[in-house]
């Protein structure tokens, strides 16, 4: 996710439910070297909050650990779990199975590089090189990802701000121009090109619930993660 989506998600949620600033974290843009690691239970329980609740217990996780995601958990459904780290953000997602088989590797590489203490430009170089080899493909059919979580960071001013739940649908190399997508005010592209997504904000009425059942949750994240 870039920063024009976490621009457009910290405007949109200054009008909702979440009009609030939560867990500030210290981050060097120019190194991208900041990356918070979580205990594995609590790392697993964030992951599969990203899902609707009826999908979470059947879902497989991956962790992050100092050398990488780890596979900590099978699934049953087609869902894979992570806490990306991608672009310095911090937010629980889950992927169908072709997002898990298209997607995910990129967004896994991205906390591989940053945890090494590569850049931003940098990662983003790399990951570039890796659509050209071939190592990172878009998605072959349509699907869906789930970032259903309140506790969904982006990094936004240097500090990772809470940001509205949302559910992606695929589409590469879609663009806004192509839906008349405004982001923080109808469904829009995040990050055009080959995973590319069509960003579907929660409604007001979602959001409350996500947030009443999921408080302590974020209440807990935002200890770990408030670093100055």
Do not use: W
């Not at 459904?77 to 997002?99: A, L, Q």
């Amino acid at each position: 996710m870039n920063t024009g989506f976490a621009g457009a998600l910290a405007l949109s949620a200054a009008a909702s439910l979440f009009a609030q600033t939560a867990a500030p974290a210290s981050h060097d843009a120019a190194t991208g070297a900041k990356v918070v690691l979580l205990s594995r239970d609590l790392e697993t329980r964030l992951a599969v909050n990203a899902l609707p609740k009826a999908l979470r217990d059947g879902a497989a996780v991956l962790v992050l650990e100092t050398g990488g995601y780890v596979k900590v958990r099978d699934g049953s459904n087609p869902y894979t779990c992570i806490v990306s780290r991608r672009g310095g953000n911090f937010y629980p997602v889950c992927f169908d199975e072709e997002g898990s088989r298209t997607i995910l590797p990129a967004f896994a590489d991205d906390a591989v590089l940053r945890l090494k203490g590569l850049s931003d430009k940098e990662i983003d170089r790399q990951i570039a090189d890796g659509f050209e080899s071939g190592r990172y493909r878009p998605p072959a059919r349509p699907g869906i990802a789930y970032m259903l979580s309140p506790a969904t960071y982006m990094l936004h001013g240097g500090t990772l701000s809470r940001t509205p739940p949302h559910t992606m649908f695929y589409a590469p190399f879609l663009t806004n121009a192509d839906i008349g997508g405004m982001p923080g005010r109808t469904a829009f592209v995040d990050r055009p090109g080959p995973h590319g997504m069509i960003i579907v904000l929660a409604g007001q009425k979602e959001r409350e619930a996500l947030i009443a059942e999921s408080q302590t949750l974020v209440d807990e994240v935002e200890r770990q993660i408030r670093v100055k």
